[in-house]
């Protein structure tokens, strides 16, 4: 299995940018899928972004499409989300999630019950 750390929360004003990373351990980390999802109180788990193994697919929710950037870097067993144009509506804890269970060269999961492995969250507040 594979062990997710996410870091670079924090609080920021609107309009403002942060980086937020997810440190993989264990398994090999290019052999997963990898997303990251976000979530308020009362509310469920919301899809953010995701990318594939290689790094060749990804995939936006149409919210954050334009502002947010999902990258990984293998060799440091590392996913990151850019975050740019940052809105009041954008404040959520952060996840990270990974899945290695192979969908086929073009699907990509987005959906929470398609991930394995989870991160412990990172909050993230943007003021108005």
């Known amino acids: 299995q594979v062990q997710l750390v996410e870091s670079g929360g924090g609080l920021v004003q609107a309009g403002g940018s942060l980086r937020l990373s997810c440190a993989a351990s264990?398994?090999?980390?290019?052999?997963?899928?990898m997303g990251w999802f976000r979530q308020t109180p009362g509310k469920e788990r919301e899809f953010v972004a995701a990318?594939?193994?290689?790094?060749?697919?990804?995939y936006y929710a149409d919210s954050v499409k334009g502002r947010f950037t999902i990258s990984r870097d293998n060799a440091k067993n590392t996913v990151y989300l850019q975050m740019n144009s940052l809105k009041p509506e954008d404040t959520a804890v952060y996840y990270c999630a990974a899945e290695a269970k192979y969908y086929g060269p073009s699907y990509l999961p987005a959906r929470s019950n398609e991930y394995d492995y989870w991160g412990q969250g990172t909050q993230v507040t943007v003021s108005s």
């Open positions: 264990g398994r090999t980390f290019s052999n997963y899928d």
């Open positions: 990318i594939k193994m290689s790094g060749s697919r990804i």
